[in-house]
């Protein structure tokens, strides 16, 4: 971005609902609670009237049978000076939404502003059919071949498996590592420990994919509040330190390099960049691990580890929740849950809260930056968020 | 907005797929078409590489098919640096983006900013499952009890007709005078004459509005590109003088009052004071009339007409064609077409051919400045945008 750097930008608020498999509650009803919830989770109160930018994050209305929604929440919360629209960037959706809204904050183009996502995957009656709303995240191509997101990050795994000798073993790890997280998440959908046996035994879905290699399909909503003068909110806000978003070819067959995430790297180089700070600074780190290989080539694209090597992080449980660099300490997509729109704004909450020291038991020790890595599709654009104290 | 204004900003191209009721093209190949187009009308030229922000605007995917249309309009264009997302806000996502996109290149966030709107609404398999898409944009309460926006528009109607003395005629009126600018227009989805009688003939749809008083269901197309250095790229540009965005209640029934479109009527005061002009120095206005009523509403929300006197304009013809203040010379949506997410796009594509006076039989004389007015839903958003040359 060439904009001068006017404002800091701090987080003042954070709520999200519990992720779940199949929610009683309607869309529009996930959305009010993380709504209502966030206005009230700022420590020195706010009023609707002092919100004036409402970002809406949601990957389809066939996950909410709803559009036209930062109305609907202005309408909510009194916000009687605002504008605001919703964002989609695929899987990214709350990601970009956060991009949007630091930006808008520091040129000062808004002061308070709200970005709440959600999605009710299960609103559509069965995975099939919630998998082909998915499948329209893919290019055209892929589309018309007929190519679901099981498949795509199947052709990225197979790939980087067979390049750098990494197995299927190691990437059941990261499903057991998030998995053994979640149980430390009240929020997070799944409350089950897995063994790697569990995973190797799962059915394949696209090889080397296998069940347990997946993220879920999930109902939820999150929301933060992000404001110029963040003091005025908090004595305690959390800060964008940085942040970065960018693009790759998103066609999986038009890389140059199948194996690599190559918009997270980029944007990470601009996120950290732009914060000052070197990735091995970085405490914790919240990453989209829609599959266990996107976790393993995220360590890779973000600098934790030599490219063809971050398995090898996996193996020496440097990314587990008690080793030096803790992956997503919230469960991850894999555990969590992965309610589209709400996932990237589900990974602010969680710095926020692990930045204020109210993660509870799954209190990251002296935390004091995170990093969120949120991608779209398979990969075709990505937001990374740098936080501090 | 707060930001302090750095930057001017001019539109340097325009492009619009003809409007049509059935297109031959997939979703993606009238969004391709708009893209290349644009490029293409750039005077000097323009390098994707040069293109930094890519914003997509659209209602639904069950309308497109597609989500996650920015990375696959920067891989078409080769915008190697490019960052973005969609926009949706209803019938409003192109307006929205356009209002983004300015902001954006004022502050400095952006150099060159591309906004591509697109809609196919034919991709469903009949009106009947098109408008229920379309519902979607009502209030959860308005979805609930079944209301479509022909039934919300018609409240408005006769709220306005039995507080005003207006007459279904002078609705009417609306449609033959856009009926009769959309003769002149290529792109136009409608070319045909229709009288005062053929309008009074038509079925009711919702009482007091019929079949002739409703926009129809389009597929199209339209992108613009603007940039804050506008000169780089054309001898002419068309700037954007000011801009303005509000919500209102979304649902009607939480109106104060229900024959009014206030969002409209903040939006058009914002715009028309950051542009320091009065309503009475526009030369021509393209305004969102999905329904006649719209129309005749957004008179007196902009200043034209004093409060509940709207409809004399029509009358008198002031707002024809040759009249004194022009509105929708290119048909509007109820004949030029309303593939929804273009159409706000779209307008912008009119603005910039009318002020650098390539708009053909449909050009407006003399036009130095226009105005347009893009609303979402039953008006619970509205941008508007002041254009001069």
């Known amino acids: ?117 959600y999605e009710k995957m299960s609103m559509q009656p069965s995975g099939a059919e919630a998998n082909e709303v998915l499948a329209t995240a893919g290019t055209p191509d892929e589309i018309l071949a007929g190519a679901t997101f099981f498949s795509l990050y199947a052709l990225i795994a197979r790939n980087y498996l067979e390049r750098y000798g990494a197995t299927e073993e190691d990437l059941a790890l990261v499903a057991v590592k998030n998995h053994e997280n979640a149980l430390r998440n009240p929020l997070a959908q799944y409350k089950k420990k897995i063994t790697i046996e569990d995973v190797m035994k799962s059915p394949y879905v696209a090889p080397p994919l296998k069940l347990y290699d997946c993220s879920p399909l999930s109902d939820g909503a999150a929301a933060v509040i992000l404001s110029s003068n963040p003091k005025k909110y908090t004595d305690t806000p959390v800060y964008i330190a940085g942040a970065g978003m960018a693009f790759d070819e998103p066609g999986v067959y038009a890389r140059g390099d199948m194996a690599a995430l190559k918009a997270a790297k980029e944007a990470s180089g601009q996120a950290l960049k732009s914060a000052n700070l070197d990735v091995n600074k970085i405490d914790f780190f919240e990453v989209h691990d829609c599959f266990t290989i996107a976790e393993v080539i995220i360590y890779e694209m973000l600098g934790l580890a030599k490219r063809g090597e971050g398995y090898k992080l996996l193996r020496d449980q440097v990314t587990f929740f008690h080793g030096e660099k803790p992956v997503n300490p919230s469960g991850g997509l894999k555990a969590k849950g992965h309610p589209i729109g709400a996932t990237g704004v589900g990974m602010a909450c969680e710095a926020y809260w692990q930045l204020r020291g109210e993660a509870g038991e799954r209190q990251v020790k002296d935390a004091e930056t995170g990093l969120m890595e949120n991608h779209g599709g398979s990969g075709g654009s990505s937001v990374v968020i740098v936080f501090t104290r």
């Open 1 to 117: 971005m060439l904009g001068v750097r006017l404002h800091s930008v701090g987080l003042v608020g954070a709520y999200s609902t519990k992720y779940e498999t199949r929610s009683k509650k309607k869309s529009w009803e996930l959305l009010r609670e993380a709504v209502d919830g966030v206005l009230k989770s700022v420590d020195n109160g706010i009023d609707g009237k002092d919100i004036d930018f409402i970002i809406v994050s949601n990957f389809s209305d066939r996950f909410t049978g709803l559009v036209h929604t930062a109305p609907l929440v202005a309408s909510w919360i009194r916000a009687r000076n605002a504008r605001g629209f919703r964002i989609e960037s695929a899987c990214a959706a709350g990601g970009a939404g956060l991009y949007l809204a630091y930006n808008l904050l520091r040129t000062g183009l808004a002061r308070n502003v709200l970005v709440a996502g």
